[in-house]
């Protein structure tokens, strides 16, 4: 198995999934992909514990790698909190926030900074991450990577973009984390970590984004378990909306899909930020600036991963067959909220809150699971008025947004970064 970069066609370059995962983007701008993606293993089985199931979906797409001996532990340790399919009365749920910051971006996340971790250790080496988020990424990273070995992290996240609680989140670190509040969109958070990227002067970077292979690959895990799971339950194979923003977790729902995961149909759930809807019906990819919602997470209006799907599905037709997206309004979102508690007494998150609306308006009759990508209360402000109630936060969360705050502002200029 080796990855190459999305803007190699001819396959030039080629790289180990250890060597993917340090370099994080492409020398030429591009993601890095699998040369192939290898079909599911019949060792692949719900008999199995999270970890162990993750070990033997993720074992081919590190053979012949320097981590693959190692894989076993990386996922032990990684994923060392449960994952849930909560069954409701019209839909499954597939609660990605019980871990350590209630945010679905703690898997692949946990699993980069326990990778990268070995790999340095090994080398000698040391790393230094530049991650921009939109609001769960940055908190999930730095939780993931606090004190780890041969690791230092700089957090970029929009000045007034995300909820206080995820904001505190981002900014409750030390040691070898520094966060910062750009003056900007999570997109020029974004072009900011690339150009850092492609600037000859600055060496020993890597990313923690959904562009690093290391977030993706334990993303498609967990598509491929709950669609095993609810077949398991219910003898059908599910369609899964999926909230989406920068079309990482989404990728990895394809990637799930595309290795053997029984899943019918996979539909991506957008917010106001209509890039992929608007490319879906007209054929014309154009990415925008973004526009500021209630599902803040999913605030990008030019999603990296698209690059991985454009890869996947090579013309219009291959994409408009295999994918499909609806908005949904800040409106909507609110609604869905309310309803949902008043109907069934379950708390959505806005992105989740996305997802039902999409399910409800299109999938009503449909075998479903919606994916929950984090927890109710990392967006009190929102959902509280609107149910009524206190929403409980997890402990590890309220651990959190309690510790004081540490943080630099700048501008967009990825300069005074360094």
Same mark, same amino acid.
């Given at each position: 198995?080796?990855?190459?970069?999305?803007?190699?066609?001819?396959?030039?370059?080629?790289?180990?999934?250890?060597?993917?995962?340090?370099?994080?983007?492409?020398?030429?701008?591009?993601?890095?992909?699998?040369?192939?993606?290898?079909?599911?293993?019949?060792?692949?089985?719900?008999? !199995?514990?999270?970890?162990?199931?993750?070990?033997?979906?993720?074992?081919?797409?590190?053979?012949?790698?320097?981590?693959?001996?190692?894989?076993?532990?990386?996922?032990?340790?990684?994923?060392?909190?449960?994952?849930?399919?909560?069954?409701?009365?019209?839909?499954?749920?597939?609660?990605?926030? &019980?871990?350590?910051?209630?945010?679905?971006?703690?898997?692949?996340?946990?699993?980069?900074?326990?990778?990268?971790?070995?790999?340095?250790?090994?080398?000698?080496?040391?790393?230094?991450?530049?991650?921009?988020?939109?609001?769960?990424?940055?908190?999930?990273?730095?939780?993931?990577?606090?004190?780890?070995?041969?690791?230092?992290?700089?957090?970029?996240?929009?000045?007034?973009?995300?909820?206080?609680?995820?904001?505190?989140?981002?900014?409750?670190?030390?040691?070898?984390?520094?966060?910062?509040?750009?003056?900007?969109?999570?997109?020029?958070?974004?072009?900011?970590?690339?150009?850092?990227?492609?600037?000859?002067? !600055?060496?020993?970077?890597?990313?923690?984004?959904?562009?690093?292979?290391?977030?993706? !690959?334990?993303?498609?895990?967990?598509?491929?378990?709950?669609?095993?799971?609810?077949?398991?339950?219910?003898?059908?194979?599910?369609?899964?909306?999926?909230?989406?923003?920068?079309?990482?977790?989404?990728?990895?729902?394809?990637?799930?899909?595309?290795?053997?995961?029984?899943?019918?149909?996979?539909?991506?759930?957008?917010?106001?930020?209509?890039?992929?809807?608007?490319?879906?019906?007209?054929?014309?990819?154009?990415?925008?600036?973004?526009?500021?919602?209630?599902?803040?997470?999913?605030?990008?209006?030019?999603?990296?991963?698209?690059?991985?799907?454009?890869?996947?599905?090579?013309?219009?037709?291959?994409?408009?067959?295999?994918?499909?997206?609806?908005?949904?309004?800040?409106?909507?979102?609110?609604?869905?909220?309310?309803?949902?508690?008043?109907?069934?007494?379950?708390?959505?998150?806005?992105?989740?809150?996305?997802?039902?609306?999409?399910?409800?308006?299109?999938?009503?009759?449909?075998?479903?699971?919606?994916?929950?990508?984090? &927890?109710?209360?990392?967006?009190?402000?929102?959902?509280?008025?609107?149910?009524?109630?206190?929403?409980?936060?997890?402990?590890?969360?309220?651990?959190?947004?309690?510790?004081?705050?540490?943080?630099?502002?700048?501008?967009?200029?990825?300069?005074?970064?360094?």
């Amino acid at each position: 198995m080796y990855y190459y970069s999305t803007r190699d066609e001819k396959r030039e370059i080629k790289l180990t999934a250890s060597q993917a995962i340090l370099k994080g983007l492409a020398a030429d701008g591009g993601l890095f992909v699998p040369s192939q993606l290898p079909k599911l293993s019949s060792s692949v089985s719900l008999d !199995l514990s999270y970890p162990l199931f993750a070990y033997e979906t993720l074992k081919p797409f590190f053979e012949g790698d320097e981590l693959l001996d190692d894989l076993k532990d990386i996922c032990e340790g990684a994923f060392n909190f449960p994952v849930v399919l909560n069954d409701l009365k019209d839909t499954s749920v597939l609660e990605l926030f &019980h871990g350590p910051t209630s945010a679905f971006k703690d898997f692949g996340a946990r699993f980069l900074a326990f990778s990268m971790e070995k790999l340095l250790v090994k080398k000698g080496e040391k790393l230094c991450i530049l991650v921009a988020t939109s609001g769960d990424t940055g908190g999930a990273v730095a939780s993931a990577f606090h004190k780890r070995q041969n690791l230092s992290v700089k957090v970029l996240f929009p000045k007034g973009r995300v909820a206080e609680r995820q904001r505190r989140q981002l900014t409750c670190w030390d040691d070898n984390i520094t966060s910062y509040e750009v003056r900007g969109s999570f997109d020029d958070c974004q072009r900011m970590v690339k150009s850092a990227f492609v600037d000859p002067s !600055l060496t020993g970077l890597s990313s923690a984004n959904s562009i690093n292979l290391g977030r993706l !690959l334990p993303q498609m895990v967990y598509y491929v378990y709950a669609s095993m799971l609810y077949k398991a339950r219910t003898g059908k194979e599910p369609v899964i909306i999926v909230p989406s923003g920068n079309v990482g977790n989404s990728t990895g729902a394809f990637w799930a899909k595309a290795i053997g995961a029984p899943i019918e149909k996979i539909v991506l759930a957008v917010n106001a930020n209509k890039t992929i809807p608007e490319y879906l019906e007209s054929g014309e990819y154009r990415p925008r600036d973004s526009v500021k919602t209630l599902a803040n997470a999913m605030d990008v209006g030019a999603p990296s991963n698209m690059e991985r799907l454009f890869n996947l599905f090579k013309s219009y037709d291959e994409m408009k067959a295999n994918v499909t997206s609806y908005s949904v309004s800040d409106e909507e979102i609110k609604k869905t909220i309310s309803d949902e508690y008043n109907k069934e007494g379950y708390i959505l998150c806005p992105h989740t809150a996305c997802a039902e609306r999409v399910r409800l308006d299109h999938y009503k009759d449909d075998a479903t699971i919606i994916v929950s990508t984090a &927890h109710p209360a990392k967006f009190e402000t929102v959902v509280e008025p609107l149910i009524g109630k206190t929403v409980e936060m997890p402990p590890a969360l309220s651990k959190l947004v309690n510790m004081p705050s540490n943080y630099k502002e700048i501008s967009t200029d990825y300069k005074e970064l360094f």
